[in-house]
Nanobody, 116 residues
Framework: QVQLVESGGGLVQPGGSLRLSCAAS????????MGWYRQAPGKQRELVAT???????TYADAVKGRFTISRDNAKNTVYLQMNSLKPEDAGVYYC??????????WGKGTLVTVSS
């Protein structure tokens, strides 16, 4: 079975940094695109960043220049480095594995709180 397990969330002050990890199992990791999404209370889930199997990335405008998505195919892990965090970055961050015209898989999320 496919499993995606996020880790690294926590409480940070505005301007601080966090590094999220998503460990995947049960799939051929290298052929899946990976994405990070987030959902704040009372809001829709939104795309944060994506990375293809070969390393091509996209970012939401709100995080461009502050967040970096990366992957280590040998470790079946995708990362999200988050710098210069703002209160509006807070929420539950979810990892997704996807293939074009194929199945999507989701992790259960990790909570990021940005507060003084």
């Amino acid at each position: 079975q496919v499993q995606l397990v996020e880790s690294g969330g926590g409480l940070v002050q505005p301007g601080g940094s966090l590094r999220l990890s998503c460990a995947a199992s049960g799939l051929l990791f290298s052929i899946y695109g990976m994405g990070w999404y987030r959902q704040a209370p009372g809001k829709q889930r939104e795309l944060v960043a994506t990375i293809t199997g070969s390393g091509s990335t996209t970012y939401a405008d709100a995080v461009k220049g502050r967040f970096t998505i990366s992957r280590d195919n040998a470790k079946n892990t995708v990362y999200l480095q988050m710098n210069s965090l703002k209160p509006e970055d807070a929420g539950v961050y979810y990892c997704k594995a996807y293939r074009s015209n194929g199945m999507n898989y989701w992790g259960k999320g990790t909570l990021v709180t940005v507060s003084s």
